[in-house]
């Protein structure tokens, strides 16, 4: 088999800990031709330090401010084009992974040739039975998007295939083709934090994403470990979140506007309520109020809030 030059590109914000077990995970995979790129947002000396020091191997960017998850990962995959990357391997600092996904991310792709964004199973890192993403699904007519297999045990799954094709993958774990970086451009940075993923399949698929997936976990995840939600007024997932799906539904929705903003109200704003969640709620509604405000002003104003 041949074996492509691949780079991952893990962002660091303020998590050395986690940061430090993906790396050690990393370390452990079974393939030959990979080079590792971390990007240390809003960065300080003494994180830069440790990781050198005790990665010597892997390549350490720093950036002065928050870049966020879209500008971080571009400012990596930006470094891996110009090293002469054949994939890119997009993956959260809040994960371990298997000695053997990188391996089989590529031999997906040798056996779909025809897709540009690549995955796998994702399970949650406390427990490793459970998953958290097992295929995604994107309904255009009513924007609304799910986790397939959501919190499911794996040994509950009869006759699984080796691999499926699905809509679209999480950018937790993304591994992307070079030519649909240099075909549909990079991350919106503009995005900033959750759901560039969707818009980054949406724009290379003309709205209809495609994607393929490993059907057993290759990653695990500890969810949302970099957001710190617990102490902030506004939930800063669910703000952005919710200002993300309505710039994304300005690009895409066309002729079913209404009916997004429709589905939009009633996952974010309806159903959370119902649960008793209103801080989520109130969170929503202050990302869909204020969606065209910048990434750097909207940031501003949560931290206000």
Not at 39 to 60: G, M, Q, Y
Not at 65 to 76: A, I
Request: with cysteine; glycine share 6%.
């Amino acid at each position: 088999m041949y074996i492509p030059n691949v780079w991952i590109v893990i962002v660091n914000y303020k998590g050395l800990e986690d940061t430090q077990e993906c790396l050690r995970s990393v370390e452990r995979i079974d393939y030959e031709k990979y080079q590792v790129i971390v990007v240390d947002n809003e960065s300080d000396d003494l994180t830069v330090a440790i990781l050198e020091a005790e990665f010597p191997s892997v390549r350490v960017l720093r950036s002065q401010k928050n870049l966020g998850y879209s500008g971080g990962n571009n400012l990596g995959v930006q470094l891996a084009l110009l090293e002469g990357a054949e994939f890119i391997w997009l993956l959260n600092n809040d994960t371990i992974v298997t000695p053997d996904a990188l391996y089989s991310l590529i031999e997906l792709s040798i056996k779909c040739p025809d897709k540009g964004f690549y995955g796998s199973f994702i399970n949650y890192y406390d427990d490793k039975n459970m998953i958290w993403y097992g295929g995604g699904r994107f309904y255009r007519r009513i924007g609304y998007i799910m986790h397939d297999n959501y919190q499911k045990m794996m040994d509950s799954l009869l006759e699984i295939q080796e691999y499926t094709v699905t809509q679209w993958i999480t950018g937790c774990s993304m591994l992307v083709r070079r030519d649909v970086c240099i075909n549909y451009g990079l991350l919106d940075e503009s995005l900033f934090l959750y759901e560039e993923e969707l818009d980054w399949q949406l724009r290379a698929s003309n709205g209809n994403p495609s994607a393929a997936i490993v059907t057993r976990p290759l990653v695990y995840h500890k969810i949302s470990a970099s957001t710190n939600r617990e102490k902030q007024r506004v939930d800063l997932g669910a703000s952005f979140t919710s200002r993300n799906r309505w710039r994304i539904a300005n690009s895409f929705a066309g002729i079913y506007y209404i009916v997004w903003i429709t589905t939009w109200f009633l996952q974010y704003v309806m159903k959370p309520l119902l649960c008793g969640r209103i801080n989520y709620s109130y969170s929503a509604i202050i990302g869909a109020i204020h969606h065209r405000d910048s990434a750097e002003d909207f940031l501003g104003r949560v931290h206000r809030k």
